[in-house]
């Protein structure tokens, strides 16, 4: 069942409010964003800085079976997986999902040192590693691998949360 989530004090409590940006950008021209992760404070950080750009539509789920029904009427443009979910590990998503949309851009929240964390995702379309419990710089520094990505062009992070 999905969470209905809003960035409260490090918390999700209802659900996040997407932020229209200005008149010229529309949902087609947002990139679609999933957040994945077991716990909601997990992924707060990052939900946080992308709901203040308006580049993203953000929708938050916490287990992998939710986010095989979302997929069914829904495209994925980028997927942020914690390292532990519900019902299965977050690697292990992004390999069924790869499976499924080879296209979609993935980070993935892990303790792994960078080493193993490249022999473990080497194949599987995971962009960056995320520590665990990203910081808002973290999520700052994944928007600009976005950036060079999809080029968003005028990102700009506020200095004062990162």
């Not at 404070?41 to 993203?56: C, D, G, I, T, W």
């Not at 995702?121 to 950036?147: K, R």
């Amino acid at each position: 069942m999905r969470r209905k989530w809003e960035v409260q004090h490090g918390r999700f409590e209802q659900e996040p409010k997407i932020r229209a940006g200005t008149e010229k950008m529309t949902d087609m021209n947002r990139l679609n964003v999933i957040l994945l992760g077991k716990e909601a404070s997990s992924l707060a950080n990052v939900a946080s800085v992308l709901m203040e750009q308006r580049h993203f539509h953000v929708t938050c789920f916490s287990a992998a079976e939710e986010v095989w029904t979302y997929l069914q009427s829904n495209k994925l443009d980028v997927a942020v997986v914690s390292e532990v979910l519900q019902d299965c590990t977050g690697l292990q998503f992004i390999k069924n999902l790869v499976t499924k949309d080879p296209f979609v851009n993935t980070a993935l929240s892990s303790a792994l040192s960078k080493d193993q964390f490249h022999e473990e995702t080497e194949g599987y379309g995971v962009f960056m590693q995320l520590p665990v419990n990203p910081s808002a710089q973290s999520a700052g520094e994944m928007i600009e691998h976005l950036d060079k990505i999809y080029q968003l062009i005028d990102y700009h992070p506020k200095r004062e949360n990162l």
